[in-house]
Every structure is written in C-alpha cells, then in structure tokens.
C-alpha cells in the first residue's frame, strides 16, 4: 500500500488553509498551543487523505490552520506513530503535507523521558541533536520530488533558530535545558539497562516520535526547530512505574510556559518567515 501523494493533498486542502508560513507538529500533551491560533480552521485527520487517525492518548487528532503572533501557522495536533503499526513514510506522510503546502519551517515537539540526572520533569529541552534507534527512515524508496537523496544531517536542528530559542527563554523566564534526543520504537517503555547504555551513547532525553518528520523537512532544505517537555525521569531515576498519565499531567502543567515559550519564538522569527 502507497500512501498518496502529498503535493495533491496539500492542493486539496490549501482552498482551505490558505498559505501557511510555519509548521508546527504537537506532540503528546502539547496539542492545545493550535487552540490560541486565531481564525482557525480544523480539519480532522479522517477527512484528509493518508492521514492516520490519533490513537494515542493527549493527540486530538486534528490539523489546524490559522494565525498565531501575526504568523500565519498551521499545526498538526497529535502524531502518528511506528509503535501503532504504521510505516515510516505513513508517520512522515502529514509533515511532507506541511512541507506541500509551503512552510518555510517546521517546530516539533514531542514529551520525553529525562536520561540526564540534571533534568526535571516540566523542564523544557532544546533539542541539540537526535540519534535514530527507531531502525526506520522515511527516505527509503524512490526519491521524491524537492527532496534529495542523500541529505546531509551533521545539523538537523537550526543553529539560529536554537540561539533565538534560547534568548526568548531568558527573556520569557522558562527554563530551557539542551540536549540530544534518542527515539526509539517503542511502545514499552525503556529497562534500566537501556536507559544505562542510551546514556553512554550521548543521550539526554529519549522519546518515540520527531525523527522522521525532521529527516523529511531536513531533506527538503526546511528549517528545523525541536523541543521536547520531559515529562518524567527515566528508568533507572524513576522512583516508581513509568505510566502515559504521568506525560499527559506534565503536558498540562507545562502548558502554560510552552505556551508563552512558543509564542515569543514565533514573533521573533515572523520576518523570516514573511
């Protein structure tokens, strides 16, 4: 099974959502930014074409368009995920739509564990890098139109974007940490070995999403800015089980300083994006 072409879906929808300049995919918990965009129009996953419907508590399942910081945005509320059956152009499918409908950049989220002791849950983390554990690429196959085949990724993540992200931070006074992201498939969560060697490997936070939308931005010369809320220690720091609730709750309480965060980034960046 072929998913659709994403240059015809995002033509279908455009009549809809007009031009949007900013990509934003919201993930586990953080869905609720795309409810401030003003002027929004909501389109549920099952209407649009090679969309998989959100089956994973905290992912409403919706994209919306609309206007956030005088940035016309359009956001993708939930994702879907290699845990649930689906294949890796099919996870990467929604973000090569936003890249269709000619975003200029990309800002993906995601909740992790923490694997660096110094990191909290509710603390919000840069992400510096990503190693792929997912064993998948969206890439593989015939090369589609706009993208390259082989993409060089030594900076997936946009180094000016990261310093404004960070200026925003202090000036906002939410604490932002950095880090590399490891993504893995899932769905259990890690042993404490694992935890212990993904450590060893240069591993902050550990997740199981982002790198496929960022490895079909990347390869489409789209910039790229990543954030993870940590929701909760890993294995091994963990005084008690790991549990999906824990990552919705920390979403809620972090929803305010995402919130403000995000918005003070997408202002300052708005003459780029023009």
Known sequence: MTTPDP?????DLRARLGAPRL???LGSGLGALADEFSAAVRVPYDEI????????????GALVSGTLEGVSCV??????????????????????????????GLIVTNAAGGINPRFRPG????????????????????????????????RPYDRDWQQLAERCALDEKVRLVRG????????????RAEIG?????????????????????????????????????????????????????AGEAARLDFSRLL???IREAAPELV
Request: charged share 20%; proline share 7%; no cysteine.
């Open 263 to 265: 918005r003070r980034i």
């Open 75 to 104: 956001a993708l509320q939930g994702r879907a995920h290699l845990y649930e059956g689906h294949r890796a152009d099919e996870v990467a499918f929604p973000a090569r739509v936003l890249i269709a409908l000619g975003v200029r």
């Open 23 to 25: 990509g934003l995919i």
């Open 7 to 11: 240059v015809r879906v995002a033509a």
């Open 123 to 154: 603390d919000l983390m840069l992400i510096d890098d990503h190693i792929n554990f997912l064993w998948q690429n969206p890439l593989i196959g015939p090369v589609r139109d706009g993208e390259q085949r082989f993409p060089d990724m030594s």
């Open 197 to 249: 060697m993904f450590r060893r490997v240069g591993a902050d936070a550990v997740g199981m999403s982002t790198v496929p939308e960022v490895l079909v931005a990347r390869t489409a010369g789209v910039r790229v800015l990543g954030v993870s809320l940590i929701t909760n220690p890993a294995a091994d720091l963990s005084p008690t089980p790991l549990d999906h609730a824990e990552v919705i709750a």
């Open 49 to 60: 074409p090679g969309f998989s419907t959100a089956s994973v508590a905290g992912h409403a």
């Open 180 to 191: 590399v992201y490891i993504a893995v498939l899932g769905p259990s969560y890690e042993t």
